[in-house]
Each structure stands twice: as C-alpha cells, then as structure tokens.
C-alpha cells in the first residue's frame, strides 16, 4: 500500500511539515479521515488521508520541513500488519522533552536513526542518543529500541529537569498559551507523542480559574514568561514574513503569465438590500446576512452561467470547472491573505453562503483550513469594500482565470427613468485572463452579477 | 447597565474578535471599521459576543450608528 506523501496544499506550494498528528500509530484510517496539520509557508492546514487502512508508522518528525511529494506516514491493510508496538493495556507516558530544534535534533543527524525507530522510541521512552545500535555501521534498530525498552525506563541518561526544555506542543496549543498565560513547560500533553494540544492548555487555563477568588489579577508572570512571549511574536513574525513571501511570489508569477484585462460596472443595490433586511428582520443575530453573502451568491451563479470565467489554466490549456468553487479572499489580522474555497457555493442559497463565510473566514483566521479548501477555488471574489475602498482590481489567482472585486457600498445619486434619486450601489470589477476570454464575455458576466443583484429572492 | 459594566462588555467581545488590538489602550472614539479594521463578519461577531453576554441584540437598522468603541459603550449601557 502507498505511503501518505506530503501533499501540495496550492498551486505556489513547495514544502510543508507536520506540526501535529490528528491519528496515532495503530489507529485506522479511512480515506477523507483528517490525519495531521500541515504548516505550509502560508498557514496551517488540516489534511486528509487519501489511502484507507492502518495508520503503522509516521515516516516525518513534527516540525521537519520536507518537499511535497515526501512520504510522510505509512498506511498498511490490516492491524496484523502493523509492526509490535507498546502494550495494548494503558502505560503512563511522560512527556515529551525532546524539541525538533533542540539539541536532540543535532543528536538526531549526527546519528542519523530514522524517523520511524525515532518514533517507536519516543513511543517506548527510550532515548536513542543513549542505546548502543547494532544495525549497519552502528545504526540504531528497532530490536535495539525494543531491547532497551523492556531493560527498563531510561537508565542510562540522566532524568533532565523538565523545565531544561519545553515539551512538545501544538502550535494551537502555544497560540492557546500565549493567550490564556498559561505556562507549556509545566502542563503534561495528552497527545500524540505525549505533546501538549490545545485541550491540554484550555484544561490547565479552566483549573486556574476556578482556584483564582473572583477578582484577583493574575499571578506575576516568572520571568522566564517574557523570553517565550517574544519567542511567540517572533514566531508570528516570521510567519507573517513567509507569507509575504509567498504571496509576492504567487503574485509575481500570475503578473508574468497571465495576460489580464480589468472591467469595472457600478450596481444597484437597492433592491439587494432591502430584501436583505426583510430577511434579517427575522432572524436572530447569528443567522443576519450581510451584503457580501448576496455579492458571493451573485458571482458563483454568474461564474456558473459564463464558464470561460470558472476553471483552471493548467499545461497551456483551459479547463472549465462543471462546480463553482467559490474562492474567497481573507485578510488576515497581522497582515497578508488566503483565499479558500466555499465549495459547490452556486448552489447555496444567500443564507447556506452566510453561514460557509463565516465558517471558512473564522477557521482561516485561526489556521485551521482543510487542503481542498485551499488547493480548489475555481474563480475567486475579493471584498475589500469592507474596508473602505470604492473599487479594487485584483491580480488574479493562478492558475484561475478570473478575478471578481467588490467595493464599499456607497450612497449616489442615481439616475432612473429620468428621475434622479439616491441609492446604495456598489463598484463590480473583474480581472479576466485573456488567454481564456475576451472583454465581451467578461461584460457579460458582470452585467449578470447585476441581473442576478436586481431579483435577491431568486438568489 | 453603568458604563463601566458596558465598556468591560464591549472590550472583552472585542478582544475575543480582534486579538491583536491592544484593548486596554483603546480610545474610546476608535473608529471599528477605519482604525480596529473590523470587516462586516467581524462586526456581527462583535454584536453576537456582546448579545450573549449582556442580552443586547442589536437592530440592523442601528448599525450604521454604531461606529465607535464608545457607541457600542453607550448603546449596551443604555439597554442592558
């Protein structure tokens, strides 16, 4: 059966790790079962297996950066398969104090032991650095592992101080931390490997609570708090400085290939509007629709009606996509931005539209997007309007094929049947890639957004 | 509600939807949409925390009132 390889989360993307496993070894998996968290220079995504069966064996350490492609776990038939591991009966396991960056690590390459018998020893609480191999030129077996695990718990290296380096950790778990104050080094994880996650922290946060007497401010943080809070903004800052990166080059190359042509229309939107407050007069808060999800709705049925809008430019040729997968630009608080897919968005409704908007904008926020999230839009929509702008061209995801752009809605004055009145309209624009269509088409979809705009209750 | 008790309402709401703004520096008259960048979802999450924990839902036809850290303030404190 196939190892599950390092798969490529977007067009732009060359190389990714593992930042938290989702299954452990001996666990089975089925296939679209969610397996780990991939942090890829733009965020962090969830993704599934595409292989059914026994997880045996992750192939990859947390936080290795590999290319995509790269095996990173492997999946057998049936549990017979999978090789001896630890008893079936509940061992206490301690945490984790080996960090992929720490000194282990060097260890680690100096020795070369493979990621699989690293993992059966971190299963097993064995320290590799401090077992004698008898495999090929000293290496460490898996028979050396096992050995060394039944002659007892580490006694050959000294028990560290727990605090000498942090546990593993989830980077929820460290988000988590950073927010709640609460200090990683002294929590024991319950996740694989014996990392912390982010329940592990939301426990230890909820215990401190409930012991603190209404009132009271929190301890004073030790010092040793402050080197990890900058560690952490340090962290956020290089991952804003990735994703800069990422985008420039995503940015620079789509400017290369792709022969735009940007059209821009002025919409009505009064009806728009006033069927949406109709509707929200009913209901509550958490269900309110706003005017993006009527712009969104607009868009993924006009990309449904003009096809040479909605696909992908891939091997020199266009392919037409049957669904309209609905990208939909996020800004990112601290800066840059991604644009999942809603999937099959020209079929929801405005309310089915709210509510994926909303899920895919909190969870792309907090790096929590699936794989086909990212890798599937087929055309994408930005709303800057939001913000404040009256009209923005965009450059065009590659390799889609059109880019549409909303603007604030604004109050005009505006002309109908001779009578001059004021309404909300709001500035359409569509970047088109050339090699695909021409301005006809793309005027045709836009004046289809603003059809479609002009009977909301049919949306 | 006092104002007080409205205000520590609104920041708390805020917090949970704008982690990076610095809550307790935060004058009053921050404007949600130009100065915090609150975009349209982030708004209606605002309005959802504070409805929860102070049972004021807003009326979609005040939001265009309610711009500022402060109106939020006063709206809350004059109907909690």
């Not at chain 1, 008893?87 to 390459?109: E, M």
């Not at chain 1, 950790?169 to 927010?179: C, H, K, N, V, W």
């Not at chain 1, 990422?246 to 009806?271: C, F, N, Q, V, W």
């Not at chain 2, 609104?10 to 982690?19: G, M």
């Amino acid at each position: 059966m196939p190892d599950l390889r390092m798969p490529s989360l977007g067009a732009d993307m060359e190389r990714g790790k593992v930042v938290e496993w989702l299954v452990r070894p001996g666990d089975y998996v089925h296939r679209g079962d969610l397996i780990a968290e991939v942090d890829t220079e733009k965020t962090v995504m969830e993704i599934e297996s595409f292989e059914e069966g026994v997880l045996a064996e992750y192939l990859v350490e947390l936080g290795q950066t590999v290319p995509v492609g790269t095996p990173i776990a492997r999946v057998t038939g049936t549990p017979a398969d999978v090789p001896a591991g630890p008893p079936a009966t509940p061992i206490a396991t301690p945490p984790d104090v080996a960090s992929p960056d720490g000194a282990a690590a060097t260890a680690a390459a100096e020795r070369a032991v493979p990621p699989p018998i690293r993992h059966l020893a971190h299963r097993l609480d064995v320290d590799v650095d401090h077992i004698d191999g008898t495999g090929p030129a000293g290496a460490v077996t898996r028979a050396d592992v096992e050995a060394a695990a039944s002659a007892g718990p580490r006694s050959s290296a000294p028990p560290e101080p727990a605090a000498a380096r942090p546990p593993r950790s989830s980077p929820r778990a460290r988000r988590l931390a950073d927010e709640l104050g609460v200090d990683l080094a002294r929590l024991t994880g319950t996740g694989p490997d014996g990392a912390v996650i982010g329940d592990d922290v939301r426990r230890a946060a909820e215990g401190r609570l409930e012991e603190r007497p209404a009132g009271a401010v929190p301890a004073p943080t030790a010092g040793g708090d402050g080197a990890d809070v900058r560690g952490e903004r340090a962290r956020a800052a290089e991952r804003t400085a990735s994703l800069r990166r990422a985008i420039g080059s995503l940015m620079a190359r789509s400017k290369r290939e792709i022969p735009h042509y940007y059209l821009s229309t002025t919409i009505d939107l009064s009806s728009a509007l006033e069927w949406m407050r109709d509707e929200n007069a009913d209901l509550p808060l958490a269900e309110r629709l706003v005017p993006a999800a009527l712009l969104l709705a607009a868009s993924a049925r006009a990309a449904k009606q003009v096809p040479e809008m909605n696909g992908l430019f891939v091997d020199g040729a266009f392919r037409p996509s049957d669904a309209v997968h609905l990208g939909v630009a996020v800004a990112l608080r601290g800066g840059g931005l991604v644009a999942p897919a809603i999937h099959d968005a020209e079929r929801l409704a405005p309310g089915e539209l709210m509510s994926a908007l909303r899920d895919v904008v909190a969870r792309a926020r907090a790096g929590r997007l699936r794989r086909t999230e990212m890798s599937d839009p087929t055309i994408t929509v930005t709303n800057l309007g939001d913000l404040g702008v009256e009209s923005v061209f965009g450059v065009i995801y590659a390799p889609q094929v059109a880019l549409v752009g909303f603007g604030r809605v604004v109050e005009r004055p505006w002309a109908i049947e001779g009578l001059l009145g004021v309404r909300p309209v709001v500035t359409a624009t569509l970047s088109a890639d050339h090699r695909v269509s021409d301005g006809l088409r793309g005027g045709r979809f836009l004046a289809l957004v603003d059809e479609l705009l002009q009977k909301p209750e049919e949306l | 509600m006092n104002e007080t008790d409205a205000r520590s309402a609104v920041l708390q709401a805020l917090r949970e939807v704008a982690p990076d703004v610095e809550a307790e520096d935060l004058d009053p008259g921050a404007r949600l949409r130009q100065d915090l960048e609150l975009d349209s979802l982030d708004f209606l999450r605002l309005l959802e925390l504070l409805a929860a924990s102070t049972g004021v839902a807003a009326q979609e036809e005040d939001y265009a009132s309610l711009t500022t850290v402060q109106s939020l303030v006063d709206y809350v404190a004059a109907r909690a």
